[in-house]
């Protein structure tokens, strides 16, 4: 299994500011995900994050406005940046293990989320 | 690209009633299939999950089974509690990227 936590928790923030959300994994992984869930609706992911290189982001995210870090294997960062109300969403950070050597299939695990409030 | 097609709620029981959530997917590969919880003010939990055609997935009362044949994984459950109340979300994972379906709201009676 993997333990994912994150912080802050939750948060409320004036519109044009900046939020930085941290994701500690307790054990190394490839690759870190970032989703999305906005009040009523499901994860969107925002992106990919893969330690040594540059985020791939999905179509409607970019970089400037959800900037990412990886700086090791356990670790990463995701900023929101210049928000609106818009932004107003639960950020949840995910990581996906094999299950066992030689089987091909994965394991999924979330963090516990942030809960972002703009006003 | 990969796609889960699940049943638009919400979705109102009585307590002690049958519970069927359609959900039905299309990917490449060989995908995992998981039915993930939210209940209400809580972060998203694993249900249950099917890594392979034919396995069935169970937790706390609540099957599903893998069906490459008919490309399905409906959440099922016999005796559905108050205590069911919340959303759940069927979801496959293909090539480490995971897909999430919108989301069944399901509320409970007394």
């Keep these: 299994s993997a333990v994912i936590s994150q912080k802050p928790s939750r948060d409320i923030c004036q519109r044009g500011t900046s939020l930085t959300i941290q994701c500690q994994v307790d054990s190394q992984v490839t690759m870190m995900f970032w989703y999305r869930q906005q009040p009523g609706q499901s994860l969107t992911l925002i992106a990919t994050a893969n330690q040594g290189s540059e985020a791939t982001y999905e179509s409607g995210f970019v970089i400037d406005k959800f900037p990412i870090s990886r700086p090791n294997l356990t670790f990463s960062t995701l900023t929101v940046s210049n928000m609106s109300p818009e932004d107003s969403s639960i950020y949840l950070c995910s990581v996906v293990r094999l299950r066992s050597q030689g089987d091909l299939s994965y394991e999924q695990y979330f963090g516990p989320g942030t809960r972002l409030t703009v006003t | ?110």
């Design chain 2, 1 to 110: 690209g990969n796609s889960v097609t699940q049943m638009e709620g919400p979705v109102t029981l009585s307590e002690e009633a049958f519970l069927t959530i359609n959900c039905t997917y299309t990917a490449t590969g060989y995908p995992s299939l998981f039915w993930y919880v939210q209940y209400p003010g809580e972060g998203l939990q694993l249900l249950l999950k099917a890594t392979k055609a034919d396995d069935k997935g169970s937790n706390k009362g609540f099957e599903a089974t893998y069906r490459k044949e008919t490309t399905s994984f409906h959440l099922e459950k016999g005796s559905v509690q108050v205590s069911d109340s919340a959303v759940y979300f069927c979801a496959l994972t293909s090539y480490q990227k995971v897909t999430f379906g919108i989301g069944t709201k399901l509320q409970v009676i007394p």
